[in-house]
């Protein structure tokens, strides 16, 4: 079967840096999304891999590794606001979008 | 930048009721889904729409139908409302499939509360 696994929740500090696993088995492959979902609110695009190797977007940085049906997402110099669930996301041989539960990151102080 | 509007933040109803949930985007997007989401689960697709009067059945459409007469327009019905059907819906909607990689606009969810 088709499956995204992340883990539940995540603590990290202010100022520091945090790494956010999922691993994925799909039928197929066609890219894997990270999303970010504030309390309350809209789920939010962050990225989209479909190579392997690392994509950076400013404090941001998403990984792929396909042949091991892995990515992460990195958030370095945390802020209070990067408190928020992140959704990842592969999308198998038809298109269609597999979701994993979402990891809520808290951020402390 | 792109608008997804859900006409309800709140909806509380009763088991048996019919309930209607609207969406409307504001970027001409041909592309419009449908989700549920309950804690502890991935985001569970219901229906999705490539145009305008077509719809395709998720992983979840039992209990749900949809209405898309216009492009802009994606309804949610739930046809008699039951306890099991109490969740967040989140309406999203994409640019036309180029690639088939196109990043999802989300609305601002409905949480639906059937008692």
């Known amino acids: 079967g088709q499956n995204i696994d992340q883990p539940t929740e995540m603590t990290a500090t202010e100022g520091a840096i945090v790494q956010i696993n999922c691993t994925y088995q799909?039928?197929?492959?066609?890219?894997l999304f990270w999303y970010q979902q504030h309390a309350g609110e809209a789920p939010t695009f962050l990225s989209y891999?479909?190579l392997d190797g690392l994509e950076e977007k400013g404090r941001f940085s998403s990984f792929l590794s396909r042949s091991k049906g892995y990515s992460y997402l990195l958030l370095k110099e945390l802020q209070m606001k990067d408190s928020a669930s992140y959704l990842c996301?592969?999308?198998?041989?038809?298109?269609?979008?597999?979701w994993g539960a979402g990891t809520k990151l808290i951020i402390k102080p | 930048d792109v608008k997804v509007t859900q006409s309800s933040r709140y909806l509380v109803k009763r088991t048996g009721e019919k309930v209607f949930l609207e969406c409307v985007q504001d970027m001409d997007h041909e592309n419009m889904f449908w989700y549920r989401q309950d804690p502890g689960l991935g985001l569970r697709l219901i229906y999705f729409?490539?145009?305008?009067?077509?719809?395709e059945k998720g992983d979840i459409p039992e209990g749900y139908s949809v209405s898309r007469e216009k492009k802009e327009r994606f309804s949610l019905i739930l046809e008699s409302a039951s306890t099991n059907q109490t969740s967040m819906y989140l309406c999203a909607s994409s640019p036309p499939k180029d690639g088939y990689n196109e990043k999802l606009f989300f609305g601002s969810g409905t949480q639906l509360s059937v008692l």
């Open positions: 799909t039928s197929g492959f066609n890219g």
């Open positions: 729409s490539y145009d305008v009067k077509m719809k």
């Open positions: 996301a592969g999308m198998d041989s038809n298109y269609q979008l597999i």
């Open positions: 891999n479909v």
